[in-house]
């Protein structure tokens, strides 16, 4: 820094240096007293440091401005003369205007280190200077950057003065300041008073009187409403006490109604809202601030618990997401996360929006943006939370322009092509069209595009476009002709040209269409008045109907779907009587179709079918019945088998239609349930009979058998709701007799389906569609759509003549049109979950106990491929009827679903009189229901788990049941499922020491034909039952509505109850928890079930393992729960629960243990270890997560335990490592076990570990010296995981020693700040662990050798990432001694070529130099004495 000189003769100039002076006016006309007062001024600025002639530019300060500040104070203070002629000569020197801005200017640009600013933290001049400054500005107001737009800040002097002020640390006189400032003010320019106003906050500062402030500005903004914005924001940050705040609002709203007045702002006003004039005050003050807006989420995301959030935080979002795309997306995670936690809720919303629509209107967009995010999310509360904004925003804007934003949005969203969004759009639009659709007509153009795209909709969503336009066409009919005619008729062309569409897809979208509309129509609770010349909306509806009923009377799968529609229509609504007249009268010709007369309970004849002999089977009735079902003739007749697929929804519309005619009751169809049916002969089944059969002849009697249990299927949902609800039309002794006819049928249904299992597996052939599927809502979860329209293309035409050749050829073009037509549509639409599955063959069954694979399930080549050996053999074939038909699975999406109501079968119990009372007779029929009680439940399982070919049966009637639905109807349920799991302990403890008849009479009372190879096996039957409770148990825990409804969740806990809880369970909880509460609940469930572990380790591992699996998710519910609890700020019972959870890990992890511990023989492993990888691997999971040290656990297993199998090639009898679930066929799963567990923990170790770096506090060394031995065991873990492939010639084995060694590397590097920190003092406990983890390293090296030369592809794979990251450590290794070991030595080299024995590889041995696999070597670290050697680094 350059000062000048004390001595003043070194401020005196010559004539030749004058001329080079920076003063404006000539020297010769400057007076001497103000020349002689500037240089006093500026002796003294030299004096304190400061060279005010530097060069053209800034003056120069020195370079601590606190001693200058600090000297000018003490040598102004004390002489007051001396300030004067210092302020006369500053002021004589900023004359010039050049000058001036060079006093304002600072040397670095953006800093605000100017003279002046420096000169005004001094306090004995600061307010004369003030003044100086304010005085000065009026000479600049003719400079205007709106018409000088290349003016900078620098140039702008009138800004340059403003600046000084803004952000002073302190203020002398700021009444006086502040008075001469709004003096000033006044007089501004309108962009200058702009530039004041807005900065008047860091300007006058935290002062606690701001009234002058208030007033001057009331009074200007009264004259110039211009400067609202800026007063506004200046309002938002000045210190204003109760009585200005109160003036302020008052103000504010009575210059805004006028600034809006003159903007016409929508014609909004606003007078005597203080509402508004916050909101309008907030807008202003988060606009344009993204760090304080930044703050403001992280204050609202801190919010946990609902009853914390208010209103105002809606606004606040709503407010910053107006700023734009900075903060945009963080305002929606936050909105869409608080709406999902359930911290925002409707009513909340309907606070914000109803009834404040002045408030709302210029946050529209803003709103409207919002709910067009949450509708697009995945999860389906968000979507719904999108719903309810959309409809609040169409009911509160009245206006048509508002209206059209909300319906734009809509279209947008169902245009998407993403099938949860389109959905939740149609739901919008119904709930929109059902309460507005007068009010929706005039803007029926707007939607009018959707009938346009019909073809890309799921079932669902059909049923949601054509409910919107039923209901606009029917509010229409009642509406003036210029309104809404145009509507109906365009929506009666649209269906009927898909109702005579060849296509069947269109045909399909027609029929929903047409009875959506019908249902509208024929609705007798709608009133409507049209004129004489119209027709009636019930002579509409039934021409309707004429027409869908003709255009596919022909085609069985469409009739199919016009029963099934008519049938949920009669279901849902109560249609008008000629609507109903005409579908008895329809439904009459179903006796004719399928029933034949008998004569005493027998045939008339007995003619055979294709050569097949018929027989009855399944007689309930006996010689009484009159009528039996032609299930044989038809099936074998070329020309009315197709009539067959259509019969089961024939029969459940003509049973709807009996029930709503005759006050609930079927007496009118009774004997149905009862009649028998005419189905091959039981000789078919024998071993000699099925060989004698040919190829079509096989066919027939599977085709007959699907049709029989379809039949049974309907039977049951139809006459189970003569008996599962109270019908005073029937009386106590029928509903007895309807009872045990069910529970027959069922046991008929359990035979059939056992037969057709067996029957398929022998004969594959892919069984045809008896009902519509139905996507799921949000997945697209059909079946494959090409192979369905295939084949139903196939079998489309009932064959009432032999087609002509031409006809035939026609017919094949069409079905090449239609492949063509849904090739491309597949192309269009995005892949499912589903098609990936069946793209890659790995579709199978859910749970986590089942591993087989199953096929694709509508591709009948896959159908071929079943190993047809046992089936071709003169062996006897033995079919257990409890076993679950794995070959029949594969098509079970294809069956007639059971509705709900069937369930209510699992209530009753058949006391019959037989040669014993053996109740396991009983569990195949309730071991069936409970199958389908499972299948129901995966429906509402979350999305996560793998999808099962069961799923696809769910009917479309049961997807339209919420959880809360369903569990409030299975809660009748839960006492008999404890019933049923009762029995089968008992059974299965009793053994199979029974009557082996007793299966045998119970099957011939209910007609079953006596067929030998049906086997019955009571331990088999009851482990099922045991299985198929514990997963429906587990499923109906775990849901999260029945966490969120306690009474659900305390009736579910309530049922699986032992008669007292051991005290050993709750005697260590403090406080003990009291009987009915819910953990009290938990614990007895726990309980209870883990003394049913213990009765089945003496008979299953598989049923073992489901048992430790179901008490597993009680821990996890329960932790739910926990979690439940303390998010809505209900912890008063959160001790006891906590304490009941640590109680239920612990037993848990014991459980796991005992678990792998017991000892099983070939018997209850049932097949051996094979395919029981996934189960052990859970339970060992579960094993060394809930033990008390899981890392001491895993070091046990790691380095004692497991290096004891590698030797043994054959199941260990004596065991003596303790874990008879450890043998070599279980290995390699307990090897992957390990290494994945070993990973968490040091995963979690490193997070742990980069905290305590990051944290500012000191760090005890107990704690370093703990998380050192924790990172050790880690590494011995590792060590001797990877050691085992030296004795271990897998290739799985090495494979997995390589990936998870490389991994454990790049997580072990994560440590190496927190090493380096405590090298000093903890050096050799960290060379120790380097020295450990080469070991590992090393022979990673090796394995990734020998895997290059041996071309080992499994391995090969996986090496670069592993050599990567122990490149990687290998250097930071390198780093940290050098820096931290004071003159250690580090030895890089190359190693020599050795095999996993140590051995030398022959042709390395002596040229080993040429190796490639450079290794670190840290035995080279040695004393810091020692000095380092050349050849240490190469």
């Known amino acids: 820094m350059v000062f000048l000189h004390q001595q003043k003769s070194s401020l005196k100039r010559d004539s030749s240096s004058s001329s080079k002076s920076t003063f404006p006016v000539p020297p010769s006309k400057i007076p001497k007293s103000v020349d002689s007062e500037i240089e006093k001024m500026v002796s003294i600025l030299a004096d304190a440091g400061c060279t005010l002639m530097y060069h053209s530019g800034p003056p120069c300060l020195p370079s601590d401005p606190n001693k200058f500040r600090r000297h000018l104070t003490n040598l102004l203070s004390h002489d007051s003369s001396l300030r004067s002629h210092f302020l006369v000569g500053f002021s004589s020197y900023v ?142 940050n000045l210190n204003l006490d109760d009585e200005l705040q109160e003036q302020h609002l008052k103000f504010v709203g009575v210059s805004n109604s006028r600034a809006s007045q003159q903007n016409k702002l929508k014609g909004k006003s606003l007078v005597d809202n203080s509402e508004a004039s916050i909101l309008d005050a907030l807008r202003s003050s988060l606009r344009f601030k993204n760090m304080l807006c930044q703050e403001i989420l992280k204050e609202i995301d801190g919010l946990k618990k609902p009853q914390d959030h208010k209103v105002i935080d809606i606004w606040l979002l709503v407010l910053m997401y107006m700023n734009g795309d900075p ?216 021409e309707l109907l004429k027409t869908s009923l003709n255009c596919c009377k022909q085609l069985y799968l469409p009739l199919t779907l016009f029963y099934d529609e008519l049938t949920a229509i009669l279901n849902s609504r109560t249609l008008q009587p000629e609507i109903i007249e005409w579908i008895v009268k329809h439904v009459g010709e179903f006796e004719s179709i399928y029933l034949s007369d008998l004569e005493g309970g027998q045939l008339s004849s007995k003619d055979s079918f294709c050569g097949i002999e018929g027989e009855l089977w399944m007689n309930l009735d006996g010689d009484i019945s009159p009528i039996c079902l032609n299930i044989l003739p038809l099936a074998s007749s070329s020309s009315q088998s197709a009539s067959l697929q259509v019969l089961h929804a024939n029969f459940l519309l003509l049973s709807t239609v009996e029930r709503l005619t005759n006050q609930g009751s079927l007496g009118g169809i009774d ?66 007799e309807i009872i045990a006819k069910l529970l027959k049928r069922v046991r008929n249904l359990v035979v059939l389906e056992s037969l057709l299992n067996y029957a398929i597996k022998c004969c594959p052939q892919s069984l045809p569609d008896v009902h519509l599927h139905v996507e799921k809502c949000g997945s697209s979860l059909l079946s494959k759509p090409n192979n369905m329209g295939h084949m139903e293309k196939k079998n489309e035409h009932i064959k009432t003549y032999d087609s002509a050749s031409q006809d035939k050829k026609r017919r094949h073009k069409k079905i090449s049109k239609a492949s063509t037509i849904s090739d491309t549509n597949c192309k269009l639409r995005q892949p499912t979950i589903l098609d990936v599955l069946r793209k890659s063959g790995n579709l199978t069954s859910q749970g986590v106990l089942t591993e087989d694979a199953l096929s694709t399930v509508s591709n009948s080549s896959k159908f071929g491929s079943v190993d047809e050996t046992s089936c071709g053999s003169n062996e006897p074939v033995i079919v257990e009827v409890s076993a679950l038909a794995k070959v029949l699975e594969t098509q079970r999406f294809k069956f007639r679903p059971l509705l709900f109501p069937c369930l209510s079968i699992l209530t009753f119990s058949k006391n019959q009189d037989s040669c014993c009372s053996d109740p396991a007779a009983e569990l195949p029929l309730y071991l069936y229901l409970l199958r389908d009680l499972h299948y129901k439940l995966d429906y509402f399982s979350p999305p996560s788990k793998l999808l099962s070919p069961r ?102 806990l309530q049922s699986f109850q032992p008669i007292e809880i051991p005290a050993s369970v709750i005697s260590d909880i403090q406080p003990i928890p009291l009987p009915g509460t819910i953990d009290y609940l938990y614990l007895g469930a726990f309980s209870f079930l883990e003394g049913v572990l213990n009765i089945a380790c003496s008979f299953s591992f598989m049923l073992a393992s489901e048992s430790l ?250 090496i670069p990432a592993t050599k990567r990251s122990m490149e990687r450590f290998l250097f930071r290794v390198k ?30 041995a002596y040229v080993d130099h040429l190796s490639n696999n450079v290794e670190e070597d840290l035995e080279g670290a040695v004393h810091e004495d020692q000095p380092i050697s050349p050849a240490s680094e190469h």
Request: overall charge neutral; aromatic content about 8%.
């Open 95 to 236: 004359q010039s205007p050049k000058n001036f801005t060079r006093v304002l200017s600072s040397l670095s640009p953006g800093r605000s280190d100017s003279l002046v600013r420096q000169l005004l933290l001094v306090p004995c001049i600061q307010l004369d200077l003030m003044h100086m400054l304010l005085e000065k500005l009026p000479e600049y107001f003719d400079v205007n950057p709106e018409t000088h737009t290349s003016l900078s800040f620098e140039e702008d002097v009138g800004r340059l003065i403003i600046s000084q002020f803004r952000w002073l640390d302190f203020l002398v006189d700021p009444k006086s300041f502040t008075e001469k400032l709004m003096e000033v003010l006044c007089i501004c320019p309108l962009h200058l008073k702009k530039e004041i106003i807005g900065s008047l906050p860091e300007i006058i500062g935290d002062q606690s009187n701001n009234k002058s402030v208030i007033d001057s500005l009331q009074q200007m903004l009264s004259e110039d409403s211009a400067i609202i914005v800026p007063v506004l924001d200046s309002f938002s």
């Open 327 to 542: 903060l945009r997306k963080s305002v929606s995670k936050i909105f869409k996360k608080k709406v999902i936690e359930d911290c925002i809720h409707n009513v909340m919303l309907d606070q914000c929006i109803h009834g404040n629509k002045e408030l709302v209107q210029d946050h529209f967009p803003s709103f409207l943006s919002l709910s067009e995010y949450l509708l697009a999310c995945k999860e389906q509360k968000a979507r719904e939370f999108g719903i309810h904004v959309y409809t609040c925003l169409f009911e509160e804007f009245t206006d048509t322009y508002s209206r059209q934003e909300v319906l734009g949005a809509l279209i947008t969203h169902v245009g998407s092509g993403v099938s949860f969004e389109v959905s939740s759009a149609l739901e919008t639009m119904a709930l929109l069209a059902s309460e507005y659709a007068r009010e929706l007509i005039p803007l029926s153009s707007h939607i009018n595009g959707i009938l346009d795209y019909l073809e890309g909709y799921s079932a669902q969503n059909l049923h949601k476009v054509y409910e919107v336009f039923s209901c606009l066409a029917l509010s229409a009919r009642t509406s003036a002709p210029c309104y809404g005619t145009s509507i109906a008729n365009e929506l009666l062309m649209v269906v009927r040209k898909q109702v005579s569409h060849s296509e069947l897809k269109y045909k399909k979208m027609g029929l929903i269409g047409a009875l959506k509309i019908v249902s509208y129509l024929g609705d007798a609770s709608i009133v409507t008045s049209t004129s004489p010349s119209q027709k009636s909306n019930a002579e509409e509806a039934v």
């Open 671 to 736: 004997a149905l349930l009862g009649c028998p049916l005419h189905l091959p002969s039981s000789k078919c089944f024998s071993v000699a009979g099925w060989q004698s059969l040919t190829e079509k002849q096989k066919q027939i009697v599977t085709l007959s058998l699907y049709h029989a249990a379809n039949w049974i299927r309907e039977l049951l949902n139809a006459f189970c709701t003569q008996v599962a609800g109270r019908l005073e039309c029937i009386s106590q002794t029928t509903k007895q």
């Open 951 to 1052: 799923f696809f049966s769910i009917p479309a009637g049961f997807t339209r049941m919420t959880v809360e639905k369903f569990l409030s109807e299975v809660k009748s349920v839960l006492p008999y499922l404890r019933k049923h799991f009762d029995s089968a302990v008992t059974l299965l403890k009793e053994g199979d020491e029974t009557c082996e008849d007793h299966w045998k009479v119970q099957s011939a009372i209910t007609g079953n034909p006596d067929i030998p190879n049906l086997m019955f096996s009571k331990s088999s039957v009851s482990s099922l039952v045991i299985k198929e409770v514990l997963n429906c148990f587990s499923k109906m825990l775990n849901l999260p509505e029945a966490q969120k409804d306690k009474s659900v969740l305390s009736d579910l």
């Open 1109 to 1358: 699996l179901t008490l597993e998710s009680i821990v996890i519910s329960l932790q739910k729960f926990l979690d439940t609890l303390e998010g809505n700020g209900k912890s008063t019972h959160s001790k006891s629960i906590e304490g009941s959870l640590h109680v239920l890990h612990k037993r848990l992890g014991t459980s796991a243990q005992n678990l792998l511990q017991c000892k099983w023989d070939n018997e209850s492993l049932e097949n051996g270890w094979k395919n029981k990888g996934d189960i052990v691997q859970k339970i060992l999971w579960i094993y060394l997560e809930h033990s008390k040290s899981t890392c001491d656990l895993l070091h046990e297993l790691a380095c004692s335990i497991l290096p004891q199998v590698t030797l043994h090639r054959t199941i260990i009898e004596d065991n003596h490592h303790g874990f008879p679930t450890l043998c070599p066929a279980t290995l390699f799963v307990w090897y992957r076990v390990l290494h994945e567990v070993n990973l968490s923990i040091l995963n979690k170790l490193m997070k742990e570990v980069v905290h305590l770096e990051r944290c500012k506090t000191a760090v005890r060394p107990e704690t370093i010296q703990s998380h050192l031995m924790k990172m050790h065991k880690c590494v011995n873990v590792v060590v001797s995981l990877v050691s085992m492939c030296r004795n271990h010639e897998k290739v799985t084995v090495h494979g997995m020693a390589v990936k998870y060694g490389g991994k454990f590397v790049d997580f072990f590097l994560k440590s190496f700040d927190f090493l380096q920190a405590h090298f000093q003092t903890h050096n050799e406990t960290i060379i120790q662990l380097l020295k450990e983890l080469q070991k590992a390293t090393r022979t990673i090296q090796i394995l990734c050798s020998e895997a290059k030369g041996l071309k080992q592809t499994v391995i090969t794979s996986k």
């Open 1375 to 1404: 780093a940290l001694l050098h820096t931290k070991s004071s003159g250690c030595t580090f030895w890089m080299g190359n190693l020599k070529h050795k095999d996993l024995m140590g051995q030398v590889v022959s042709s390395q």
